[in-house]
């Protein structure tokens, strides 16, 4: 039985291709959100920003599901909890942006990208929960319970 690809394996095609494939998902990631977490400090104050929200939510849902099911550095974990909690909490008040939170998500989209980027198979198992959250937040169907508080191990808050 003969291998496939063993010439690509043998000269190093696939161990090349991986980084370039890595960073062409991190530069489009960077362009699509980057738009994204500009918007975040560009909406007006109690506008109705039904898009941006479903977005956020689709992006820290996913960063947030990473943060939570292995560790990440500095206190990404409850920030990114904090930050879903928030869109989605803006997502049921009618959809209506709070600007004092923009510079804030901006940061948790660029959290979530990172991971998004360094977890592209975790990331990937997480997806569907997050697309399915951002298309509640379009319905206007999304519940302010859908996000459970944040339980850390034993206790301990910064583990």
Known sequence: MTKLHSRAMKSGLY?????????????NMEAEYTSVGLHCVQADHQSNQTELLARLAYLLGIGAEIARAIPVAGDNRPGLHQ????VVGMAVDGHR???????????????????????????SQFEPGARMLADDVI?????????????????????
């Open 83 to 86: 930050a879903l909690a928030t």
């Open 15 to 27: 161990r090349k291709a991986a980084p370039m494939m890595a960073l062409m998902v991190r530069k």
């Open 97 to 123: 942006w709070d600007s004092s939170w923009g510079a804030q998500l901006s940061h948790a989209v660029d959290i979530s990208i990172d991971l998004f980027c360094s977890y592209r198979n975790l990331a």
């Open 139 to 159: 319905a206007g169907k999304v519940r302010a319970d859908v996000i459970r508080p944040l339980e850390f191990p034993n206790g301990n808050e910064m583990a």
